[in-house]
């Protein structure tokens, strides 16, 4: 009676968290758009610290789950977190405290962006999260992608092995030192604890080159589609949807001397628009034409310019006093 007394205790202290109050965030996606987005929240995030997430899809793929909070209200890769997606079913737990330290503050929304298009969130919490939504989220984050780490501006490297949002190292490091005097004290004798830390390094090392080769082939299946394609295929693949038609129809119709604005969130990376109209140069005080294409509630178009040329329905040029729509 005391063991199984003691074993609800120790439970119970475990779930704790769980108890605590969460939040059902229902996701709702437009025909248009490829991401699907929460209505707006007010979650403390220094309290809720893990997202549960149900998702069915037809294909496995990757997807980025987003979010904006007080301090920056804007949806961007900073405040974002990569995770799989297998086909079919599944649950996905998230730290989100512990991945990114862009969750904090009050969160006022959540996006997330499928690399698939045929894809459902059926129910998706915000829970203050306990040591057993901890392991599961570790484990997924482990075996899960790994993506790319820019650091200034043009080098791209390989994100190092993380867990729990420091460098899996310091476990290891841990786990060695402590297990070898464990078994130090156990054997007493050096040659054999050797061996069996040599063993236990084995171990570790064999489990991070599994991580590193499943990471790779993640990244080969993402990127087979790029397999044969054109060099313009290939870009219109690279973006989503109709973006980089839609900068080929901006490139038609602004001069090479052209200097513009932009109006596009920076969920579609809009540093590519900057990059594509090239040698066209983007300015804030200076432009004569703005780029929209899907723009939020937030990105406001002064009175000064006027619709210039229609690309489709919230994708389209603006001209300062220009009323020319064709």
């Known amino acids: 009676m005391l063991k199984r007394n003691l074993f609800a205790f120790i439970c119970l202290c475990f779930a704790l968290p769980c108890l605590a109050a969460e939040i ?67 649950n996905y737990y998230i730290n989100l405290g512990n991945q990114n330290p862009n969750w904090i503050g009050w969160i006022k929304g959540l996006l997330v962006y499928p690399e698939a298009d045929q894809v459902e969130v059926k129910n998706a919490r915000l829970v203050p999260g306990n040591v057993f939504t ?39 490091y841990w786990l060695i030192g402590l297990a ?11 040659n054999q604890t050797g061996k069996f830390v040599f063993l236990l390094i084995g171990l570790f090392w064999f489990f ?45 119709n602004l001069p090479l001397s052209a200097k513009f604005d932009l109006r596009i969130p920076p969920i579609y990376n809009d540093i590519k628009a900057r990059y594509y109209l090239i040698p066209r140069q983007e300015t804030s005080t200076e432009a004569e034409f703005i780029v929209v294409y899907d723009p939020g509630a937030d990105q406001k178009i002064p009175g000064k ?3 210039f040329k229609t690309f489709r329905k919230n994708a389209y040029l603006m001209k300062k006093g220009s009323n020319d729509n064709h």
């Open 305 to 307: 310019f006027k619709l």
């Open 134 to 172: 901890n392991i599961i989220s570790g484990w997924q984050e482990f075996w899960g992608p790994k993506g790319r780490d820019i650091i200034g501006s043009t080098i791209n490297t390989i994100q190092p092995v993380n867990l729990f949002g420091q460098s899996i190292f310091v476990y290891i």
């Open 24 to 90: 059902t965030v229902p996701f709702t996606k437009q025909p248009t758009l490829p991401y699907l987005i929460s209505p707006q929240l007010s979650a403390d995030a220094s309290e809720l610290s893990t997202f549960i997430l149900n998702i069915k899809a037809t294909q496995t793929g990757i997807a980025r789950l987003m979010w904006a909070n007080h301090y920056d209200p804007q949806f961007n890769q900073q405040k974002s977190i990569m995770f799989r997606v297998k086909k079919g079913d599944h």
């Open 180 to 190: 070898g005097l464990f078994f130090f004290a156990l054997k007493r004798d050096f």
């Open 208 to 252: 991070l080159e599994a991580s590193s080769l499943y990471n790779n082939w993640l990244a080969v299946k993402s990127d087979w589609k790029y397999v044969g394609q054109s060099y313009r295929d290939k870009l219109v693949l690279a973006n989503t949807g109709d973006f980089y038609p839609f900068i080929e129809f901006c490139a038609a």
